[in-house]
T-cell receptor
Framework: EAGVVQSPRYKIIEKKQPVAFWCNPISGHNTLYWYLQNLGQGPELLIRYENEEAVDDSQLPKDRFSAERLKGVDSTLKIQPAELGDSAVYLC??????????????FGEGSRLTVL | QKEVEQNSGPLSVPEGAIASLNCTYSDRGSQSFFWYRQYSGKSPELIMFIYSNGDKEDGRFTAQLNKASQYVSLLIRDSQPSDSATYLCAVRFAYGQNFVFGPGTRLSVLP
């Protein structure tokens, strides 16, 4: 079974440029998360989707970040314009939430962003 | 604001020793607790989860939970160099809710 797939793995851009990250969750997983991870820190939630609905985007900086999950499967996270402080690893995770399972997170390999 | 704290590292133990990793959380109503391992440059992977007070063992790993003290720990017996990684504690308030991660503890197992 394929895991969570993210692209690109690495991205280097200049500040003020736009950037987009793509995530394909594990087939059948109804919940999708975007996390930001700075070096030496734990993942911090940006947004959580249940199917197509963004159920928690309280930590998403909406002035420059946007996300979508069309048809409740793939998701895209966009930053426009990027700032130096956005340099980090952007992790996508998915889970299957239904009564009786643990609902644990499965992470993709991450997209490492460097803003110059 | 739900917070998760972990003992500061890095933690160094000799090969074959027991490594003890600790985690405390602020929200007394939290229900589920997870330990993830993250190798350098890789994504986190689940090691164990625990819901009930007490110990839960899986091979060389034991998770311990004390909800009254708001404390969860991970013990790694017979530590191996391949256990060298960052260990992340994650707390979920309720089923289907968000996971809140601690900052992680970096473990080094010395041959």
């Amino acid at each position: 079974e394929a895991g969570v797939v993210q692209s690109p793995r690495y991205k280097i851009i200049e500040k003020k440029q736009p950037v987009a990250f793509w995530c394909n969750p594990i087939s059948g997983h109804n919940t999708l998360y975007w996390y930001l991870q700075n070096l030496g820190q734990g993942p911090e939630l940006l947004i959580r989707y249940e199917n197509e609905e963004a159920v928690d985007d309280s930590q998403l900086p909406k002035d420059r970040f946007s996300a979508e999950r069309l048809k409740g499967v793939d998701s895209t996270l966009k930053i426009q314009p990027a700032e130096l402080g956005d340099s980090a690893v952007y992790l996508c995770a998915s889970s299957l939430v239904w009564t009786g399972n643990t609902g644990e997170l499965f992470f993709g390999e991450g997209s490492r962003l460097t803003v110059l | 604001q739900k917070e998760v704290e972990q003992n500061s590292g890095p933690l160094s133990v000799p090969e074959g020793a027991i490594a003890s990793l600790n985690c405390t959380y602020s929200d007394r109503g939290s229900q589920s607790f997870f330990w993830y391992r993250q190798y350098s440059g890789k994504s986190p992977e689940l090691i164990m989860f625990i819901y009930s007070n007490g110990d839960k063992e899986d091979g060389r790993f034991t998770a311990q939970l004390n909800k009254a003290s708001q404390y969860v720990s991970l013990l790694i017996r017979d530590s191996q160099p391949s256990d060298s990684a960052t260990y992340l504690c994650a707390v979920r308030f309720a089923y289907g809710q968000n996971f809140v991660f601690g900052p992680g503890t970096r473990l080094s197992v010395l041959p």
